[in-house]
C-alpha cells in the first residue's frame, strides 16, 4: 500500500497506516489509535479507546456539577476525534444524542465527524413540505430525517462532511468550532475561507458550510457540515417544494448560493478532509484558539473508530427508532395551513377558487374552499384525519375538478 501523509503534518508524524482506513484513503498514523489507551489514572479503557468513566448513565448525568467545569485548566482537557462507521443518517443522529445525553465532557472534549448517504435533514422547528417536495424524495429514494437541533434544511450525501463539536455547556464556542475548519483548510490546501455573520463558512459569498446548535446542561453541541464534493444537481432537486402556499410559523431556511470545495481544489474530498480537520482539531488548545502542534496533538486521545451499536452505545437503537418515526419526523411539524388556487370551468366562463387544507401534528385537519365571492365553505373528504403531503392534496384538487359544474355554480350563485 502506498503511504501519503497529508503535507501539513509530515514533521514529527509515523508513516504508518491502519489498514481498516485503505478503502477510505485516510491517511493516519497509528499513534493516533488509542485502543488500550491508559489514562491519567492508569485505568484500562475498554476495546474501543473510551474509558469507563466517560460514559455517564442517565441516574448519574444530574450530579455533574457544571459550576466546577470553569475551574479545570486547559492542560487537563483531553480530545478525542471520533469518526462513525455509519452511513446511515438515523444511526448517526441517534449516535449525535446519545453522546449529548450521556457523556460527560468536562474532562474530554469530542468532535465528531460522519458521513451520510443521500437524505435530506430538516432542523427541529422545520416544516419538511416547506423545504423539500417529500413525495418527489420518497419516490427518488431519497431519505428525510428531522434533527434535534435548529437551523435550516441541508442535503446530505458522501461527498459532505458533518462535524459535530461537543463540550460542556460554559465551553460552547461556535467561533473557535468555524475557526478550525477555516485553518485545516488553508493548512491543508491553502484554501482561503472566511466565517460570515450568520456564522456560515463562504469563500466569495459562496457557502462551503452551514451550522446550527443544541444548547443545554450540562452539555451542548454546533454542528456543522463542509461540502467537499457533493452533488450539487441532487443538492439542488432535493430542496425544491411545490409550488403552493405554505402558511406557518415554522423556521424556514435561508437559501444562499454554495460551493464544492473540489471546485477550489481538485484534490478535496471528504476522507482527506476527516484527516485534516481531526488533526486541526487536536492540535489545538481546548479552550484557545492556539496551536500546539504535534507536541499537542501527542497528548489527545487522538483518532477513534466509531461502532454505533447497541453493544457499544446501550440504548441507541430506541434512539434510532424515535428519529425515524413518522411521529418524531413529520408529526413534530409545526401548525400549517396550505393555499392553492383552482380554476373551475362554467361554460366558457372560469371561476378562480382557493383551497384552504389545514395540518395539525402532520395530518389534514380541516379543508375549506373560498368561492368568487370570497365566501368560505367547507369540503368534506375521507381524507381528512390522513398524514398531509403532496399526493393527498393533489387528490382533494382532483377531487374538486372531478366535482359536477352544476353543483358547483349552484353552491356559487347561492350564495
Known amino acids: 500500500m502506498n503511504t501519503i501523509i497529508t503535507k501539513g503534518y509530515k514533521r514529527g508524524i509515523h508513516k504508518c497506516l491502519y489498514s481498516v482506513f485503505e478503502e477510505a484513503h485516510i491517511n493516519l498514523p497509528r499513534q493516533c489509535f488509542h485502543s488500550n489507551y491508559k489514562n491519567q489514572n492508569n485505568r484500562t479503557t475498554n476495546n474501543y479507546g473510551l474509558p469507563p468513566s466517560?460514559?455517564?448513565?442517565n441516574s448519574t448525568k444530574n450530579n455533574l456539577k457544571s459550576s466546577n467545569v470553569t475551574k479545570i485548566s486547559d492542560g487537563?482537557?483531553?480530545?478525542?476525534?471520533?469518526?462513525?462507521?455509519?452511513?446511515d443518517v438515523f444511526t448517526n443522529l441517534a449516535l449525535e444524542d446519545w453522546l449529548y445525553r450521556?457523556?460527560?465532557?468536562?474532562?474530554?472534549?469530542?468532535?465528531l465527524l460522519w458521513v451520510n448517504d443521500p437524505c435530506v435533514v430538516i432542523g427541529r422547528h422545520q416544516n419538511p413540505f416547506m423545504e423539500t417536495n417529500v413525495s418527489k424524495l420518497n419516490s427518488n429514494d431519497v431519505t428525510i430525517a428531522r434533527r434535534n437541533s435548529g437551523g435550516g434544511a441541508v442535503y446530505h450525501d458522501r461527498g459532505n462532511l458533518n462535524c459535530t463539536f461537543f463540550t460542556p455547556r460554559e465551553r460552547y464556542d461556535r467561533k473557535y468550532n468555524l475557526n478550525i475548519l477555516t485553518r485545516a483548510l488553508f493548512r491543508?490546501?491553502?484554501?482561503k475561507s472566511e466565517i460570515n455573520k450568520r456564522d456560515d463558512v463562504c469563500i466569495n459569498e459562496k457557502k462551503l458550510s452551514g451550522t446550527a446548535a443544541k444548547l443545554g446542561y450540562?452539555?451542548?453541541?454546533h454542528h456543522c457540515t463542509l461540502l467537499a464534493n457533493t452533488n450539487k444537481l441532487n443538492l439542488g432537486n432535493c430542496l425544491s417544494k411545490e409550488e403552493v402556499n405554505y402558511i406557518s410559523n415554522s423556521t424556514a431556511s435561508v437559501r444562499s448560493p454554495i460551493k464544492n470545495l473540489c471546485e477550489i481544489n481538485r484534490n478535496v474530498n471528504t476522507s482527506q478532509l476527516i484527516s485534516s480537520v481531526g488533526y486541526e482539531y487536536l492540535r489545538t488548545f481546548a479552550t484557545e484558539l492556539r496551536d500546539g502542534g504535534n507536541q499537542?496533538?501527542?497528548k489527545q486521545r487522538g483518532f477513534q473508530l466509531i461502532n454505533p451499536t447497541e453493544k457499544w452505545f446501550p440504548g441507541i437503537g430506541n434512539l434510532r427508532?424515535?428519529?425515524?418515526?413518522?411521529?418524531?419526523?413529520?408529526?413534530?411539524?409545526?401548525?400549517f395551513s396550505v393555499e392553492k388556487e383552482i380554476f373551475l370551468k362554467d361554460q366558457d366562463k372560469e371561476h378562480?377558487?382557493?383551497?384552504?387544507?389545514?395540518?395539525?401534528?402532520?395530518?389534514?385537519?380541516?379543508v375549506t374552499i373560498t368561492m368568487p365571492n370570497r365566501e368560505q365553505l367547507p369540503v368534506v373528504s375521507s381524507l381528512q384525519c390522513k398524514c398531509y403531503n403532496e399526493e393527498n392534496l393533489s387528490k382533494i384538487i382532483n377531487a374538486l375538478k372531478l366535482a359536477s359544474t352544476d353543483n358547483i355554480m349552484q353552491a356559487i350563485n347561492s350564495h
Open 76 to 87: 487537563n482537557i483531553r480530545k478525542s476525534v471520533f469518526i462513525s462507521q455509519s452511513y
Open 54 to 57: 466517560s460514559f455517564v448513565t
Open 321 to 335: 427508532t424515535e428519529f425515524k418515526s413518522w411521529e418524531w419526523i413529520y408529526g413534530k411539524t409545526p401548525k
Open 296 to 298: 499537542q496533538i501527542m
Open 188 to 191: 491543508e490546501w491553502a484554501i
Open 218 to 221: 450540562p452539555n451542548a453541541y
Open 352 to 366: 378562480k377558487m382557493i383551497l384552504n387544507v389545514q395540518v395539525e401534528k402532520g395530518l389534514i385537519h380541516n
Open 102 to 111: 450521556n457523556f460527560d465532557f468536562s474532562y474530554h472534549h469530542v468532535l
